[in-house]
């Protein structure tokens, strides 16, 4: 069965830190371009960063760039999200999800995405 | 970036309906666009992708249609483990990634 499972979130105050972890299982994790995508409170889901299988091609939305940083462990069939300055509106529910798509030279990932998890809270407030 | 309107926000509707649920794109994305399906506090489930490719494992009762900038996900006999959240996402070359606002499929 394939399975995402997301961990790392908590509160944190305003300028602070967190590290989000997601760990895959029952699929081939190295196949995949791997995703973290956001829903805040009482909004719609928002495309987040992307990284491909080998962590050379990372893709950011121009709101989290410089802020947070996205990585992963093939080892370890894990994915990252270092998120630093963080900021109230980056308080969210935050999905991992492996896709299916490419990267452009711009760095976007053009894509659909075949597996999420259930999603880790992250509340940033003080 | 593209803006993606769903609609209805919510449906009602009863086990053996047809469904259907609108997806507009505010510039052509061709046929770029994915449907998902959402349980309560569960994981998005991937149902349909390239705009009318069923995902393997996915009932036949769904079906996806549309091209350019209107798309549509059609349950033809709704069944009861149908009720939840449905949301589009279009995937269009030098695009950044949207998501449609969800309708909800209630009883």
């Known amino acids: 069965e394939v399975q995402l499972v997301e961990s790392g979130g908590g509160v944190v105050r305003p300028g602070g830190s967190l590290r989000l972890s997601c760990v895959a299982s029952?699929?081939?994790?190295?196949?995949?371009?791997m995703s973290w995508v956001r829903r805040a409170p009482g909004k719609g889901l928002e495309w987040v960063s992307s990284?491909?299988?080998?962590?050379?091609?990372?893709g950011y939305a121009d709101e989290v760039k410089g802020r947070l940083t996205i990585s992963r462990d093939n080892t370890k069939n894990s994915l990252y999200l270092e998120m630093k300055s963080l900021r109230a509106d980056d308080t969210a529910l935050y999905y991992c999800?492996?896709?299916?798509?490419?990267?452009?030279?711009?760095?976007?990932?053009?894509?659909?995405?075949?597996?999420w998890g259930q999603g880790t809270l992250v509340t940033v407030s003080s | 970036d593209i803006q993606m309107t769903q609609s209805p926000s919510t449906l009602s509707a009863s086990v053996g309906d047809r469904v259907t649920i609108t997806c507009r794109a505010s510039?052509?994305?061709?046929?770029?666009l994915a449907w998902y399906q959402q349980k309560r506090d569960k994981a998005p489930k991937l149902l349909i992708y390239?705009?009318?490719t069923l995902e393997t494992g996915v009932p036949s009762r769904f079906s996806g249609s549309g091209s350019g900038t209107e798309f549509t996900l059609t349950i033809s006999s709704l069944q009861p483990d149908d009720f939840a959240t449905y949301f589009c996402?279009?995937?269009?070359?030098?695009?950044?990634?949207?998501f449609g606002g969800g309708t909800k499929v209630e009883i």
């Open positions: 990284i491909n299988w080998s962590g050379v091609r990372l």
């Open positions: 390239k705009a009318s």
């Open positions: 999800a492996s896709g299916s798509g490419y990267f452009e030279s711009s760095g976007l990932f053009i894509g659909y995405f075949e597996q």
């Open positions: 510039q052509s994305i061709s046929n770029f």
């Open positions: 996402q279009q995937y269009n070359p030098n695009s950044r990634l949207t």
């Open positions: 029952g699929f081939t994790f190295e196949d995949y371009v």
